[in-house]
């Protein structure tokens, strides 16, 4: 892996009003190609946070930078799919090339490289109401990347999805990120997945939060779900699990 920095938060703190301060002084860089997972507690600040890396919100104060000076494209998932019930599974990926004028021959070989990509090929023409939640989030994910690029923000991706699912979910997205040259920040609940699937796991906490932990995950890649059982990945998950007692509970 790259460890060059994409993007790096100097100091970002975020207030919603005057008073409400929700985020305090973070910093932290993202290394180039890796994949970051973000935990902490509901209502901490960690969706704001993927806000502001993906520029929709602008912080209070601070800065967030990338490596080229140029803000990256980006490519947004959230835990409800929110795809258009009236488009089928091609359309809907290929919305954000419709809205940003590409070529239709253009989109159409990115769509299909997409949809191939994410394992949909046999359900391009089907709407979402006859998609599992799985395949909902596939294709959500094939949207937030069918223009390539170079940072993919997740809020808590597979949240809605039953246990086994998301675990497949999981080890698809590591194929997927294998695959493709992008840097991945992903916020969730498991302190399982973090650790499963990220190079690093942030820990907020706090009010206003703070980054309180940054637990390295050194687990060989591939990632497979038996590594779960290892004594290696029980080290990080109890240090990820000790950091959360001591720094945001405790
Ligand atoms: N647009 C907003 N205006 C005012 N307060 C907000 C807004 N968005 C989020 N908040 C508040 O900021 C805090 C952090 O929210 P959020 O980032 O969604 O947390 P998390 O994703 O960790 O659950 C919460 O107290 C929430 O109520
Ligand atoms: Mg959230």
Redesign the pocket.
């Known amino acids: 892996m790259n460890q060059e920095p994409f993007l790096t938060a100097q100091n970002v703190s975020h207030l919603?009003g005057e008073q409400?301060k929700?985020l305090a002084n973070l910093s932290f860089g993202l290394p180039a190609g890796g994949f970051t997972a973000l935990v902490?507690p509901?209502?901490?600040?960690?969706?704001?946070l993927v806000r502001l890396l993906a520029g929709l919100l602008r912080p209070s104060s601070g800065q967030i930078q990338y490596a080229n000076n140029q803000p990256p494209s980006i490519g947004l998932m959230f835990q409800k799919d929110n795809l258009m019930p009236w488009r089928t599974a091609y359309e809907n990926v290929r919305l954000p090339l419709e809205i940003q004028g590409v070529a239709e021959g253009v989109a159409d070989t990115a769509v299909r490289q997409m949809l191939d990509l994410v394992g949909l090929n046999d359900f391009a023409q089907s709407y979402p109401a006859q998609l599992s939640g799985g395949m909902a989030q596939r294709v959500a994910l094939a949207r937030a990347l069918v223009h390539r690029p170079s940072l993919l923000l997740l809020d808590e991706p597979f949240g809605a999805l039953d246990a086994l699912t998301r675990e497949r979910m999981g080890q698809e997205l590591l194929r997927i990120w294998a695959a493709l040259p992008v840097t991945v920040f992903m916020v969730t609940h498991s302190i399982q997945e973090a650790v499963l699937l990220a190079d690093e796991v942030m820990v907020m906490g706090g009010q206003p939060a703070t980054i309180v932990a940054r637990i390295q995950i050194a687990l060989p890649r591939p990632r497979r779900i038996e590594m779960i059982g290892s004594k290696q990945f029980q080290e990080c998950a109890g240090a990820v699990r000790l950091a959360i007692e001591e720094k945001v509970i405790g």
């Open positions: 919603f409400q929700v902490g509901s209502g901490v600040g960690k969706s704001t």
